[in-house]
């Protein structure tokens, strides 16, 4: 639907368009089943980072504030991307793994 | 000598008999606002304004009201009056308050006088007229009335640099925005109606109880000088909704829509009020669940939706989840606030065991279910000398830009999680109605100045956390954990050497 404007011609770039980014992108990480942490994590990551940096670097650092985050392992967790199921190994990139420009990750313990 | 007029003929000589016809210029270049929203108006002379206000009244009424709040004021800084209050925790709210929104009374009274100028009305131009004066009043009366805290406590001092530029603050400043980049009815609809009408007493009520039981008289004079000039614009607000119904059927659609959008925006701006409400006032009110189900349940709900029912409007989209929220919005976002804490310019805290204990009797079903226990947590690291804080920066919602914390409407446990790509980029949104909000204007919000992916491209002073706190205007002290703050400490010290006098 459009706008109703006064003047024809409404239209405007994205502001955060994934241009803006070069060669970075916009991703974000939510602990599904644990609102301690209130909300999804944002991100500004290079999409050629591998997971096992992004991991260790960015969401192990934001997650461990909670201590109940050292009982989770590689076993006990499972990751989705888009509400799809990933698998991710440590060596493959973002890029690689299919995240793109604000994908939404969750991960959740199970069992 | 002729006969002095009465009041009525004296305001239609104000308003009516001070209209003419442009001669030089056509009438659409005078007015060039009016018709491209599509609202058909056929006889302005329709418009009926119950309080007749005149200019030389209003002056003579407002100068008296300035007389008895200054005199209070001057009053209240030459007493030392800040000891009185209940708990320097208290001025947070007040402190929210002034951020956030006296920054809008002064956006409504720069919009104000353009409505005053561009509708083509004259009896609609003077009561814009009227309230872009009052809304100026109220912004500089707001900040005389609390300025006189920011002798004494942090978080006081940059509200209009903080305004424009504070994560939590985009909340506020993008709702108005959203409105003064509207056609002059929509503006009117959204600000006049949706939010001086239908939330008001939603904000204000549990502002200005809240200063009252905490012996805040600043505050609480204020708000009765701001009283007769809110009771006038709630009274233009339901004129400008009957105004509009009853000019076309067409505008019938067109208000719906209006109503639908700004409802469930104003609903959002005032979470933050709830978790102000609940959790920031030492002596409490009522919860925000009971004013939840007073004012907006009672009073809009059952007392004025029925009657506009008769033109063919319905409740306004998103009542049904905003009824299921009253039980959690106040607690997820004071979470949110306590979590993001060491980036606002206010204190938060755990609140006290007995607090605790009135929010489980406020709300049975829920807090201690859900929020109980992160406060527990919360108190476990800070046993071990810790504070939590989520060291990060959350998703935001496209539209009404508050992190991404709402839960599903029939599920506390589970974030609500909206997205849709609009020209091959992704937007996420807190909720069905920011995102059916989204869907019929995406053009205006693909714009959107989103506070953390603004971070994100180095926007905001610099990537780290202290370049960012001091391109917001926030000092040390300013933010992060209440115990152990600036505040509680002179507080205290204040008040060990009242004791021993």
Known sequence: MAVVSLKPGYEFPARDRAEVFGDDMLVYVHWAG????????????????????????????????????AKLTPENTRWTLNDQPLNPSADVSLTELGITHKDLLKFEKVG | MAKKLGLRETYAAMTRGVNWTPSYVKEEEAFPYHQFEGIKIHDWDKWEDPFRMTVDNYWKYQAEKDRRLYAVLDSFSQNQGHLNISDARYLNAIKIFLQGVTPLEYMAHRHFMFISRYIPGPGTRMAALCQSIDELRHTQIEIHSMSPYNKYYSGFHSMRQMHDRVWYLSVPKSYFDDAVTAGPFEFLTAISFSFEYLLTNLLFVPFMSGAAYNGDLPTTTFGFSAQSDESRHMTLGLQVIKFLLEQDE?????????????????????????????????????????????????QMLDGLFPDLARYGIKPPMGVEQAIKEKEKISHEVYWTLY???????????????????????????????????????????????????????????????????????????????RSTTYQGEKYHFCSDGCKQIFEWEPQKYVQSWLPVHEIYKGNCGGPTVPEVLAWYGIQPGDNGEYQGSVDQQNWANWHKDLATV
Request: proline share 7%; glycine share 4%.
């Open chain 2, 250 to 298: 067409a505008n019938v659609p067109i208000v719906q829509r209006w109503l639908d959008k700004w409802f469930w925006r104003g609903y959002r701006l005032n979470a933050l009020v709830a978790a102000m409400m609940d959790y920031m006032l030492p002596k409490k009110v009522m919860s925000w669940k009971e004013a939840f189900e007073l004012y907006f349940e009672q």
């Open chain 1, 34 to 69: 644990n609102l301690f942490f209130c909300a999804a994590a944002a991100y500004r990551a290079p999409k050629a980072m591998k997971w096992g940096d992004f991991k260790a670097n960015m969401v192990d650092t934001l997650f461990s504030g909670d201590p109940d985050y």
């Open chain 2, 339 to 417: 979590s993001f804490g060491f980036a606002a310019a206010f204190n938060t805290w755990i609140p006290t065991a007995s607090e605790q204990d009135w929010m489980t009797q406020k709300y049975p079903e829920t807090f201690d279910k859900y929020y109980r226990p992160h406060f527990e947590k919360a108190q476990k690291i800070a046993d071990q000398g810790g504070r939590f804080f989520m060291l990060g920066l959350p998703q935001l919602c496209q539209v009404c830009q508050i992190p991404m914390l709402f839960t599903e409407p029939d599920d506390p446990g589970k974030i609500c999680f």
